[in-house]
């Protein structure tokens, strides 16, 4: 249960760090996404 706990929290963080890291961009060099579908849960957990 523990692993799993980790995961979520690991994959909410890197999905928050992504739409910030996305918004700097965006606002500071006006750069827009290419429009990249968002990492999947399971995706993410098979990255691991």
């Given amino acids: 249960m523990r692993k799993l706990t980790n995961k979520i929290f690991l994959y909410l ?3 928050v760090l ?3 890291w996305n ?3 965006y606002l500071l060099f006006n750069f827009k996404s290419t ?3 968002p990492l999947s849960f ?3 957990v ?3």
Avoid: E, P
């Fill in 42 to 44: 399971d995706s993410f």
């Fill in 35 to 37: 429009k990249r579908k």
């Fill in 18 to 20: 992504d739409s910030v």
């Fill in 46 to 48: 098979r990255l691991l």
């Fill in 23 to 25: 918004l700097v961009n």
């Fill in 13 to 15: 963080y890197y999905t």
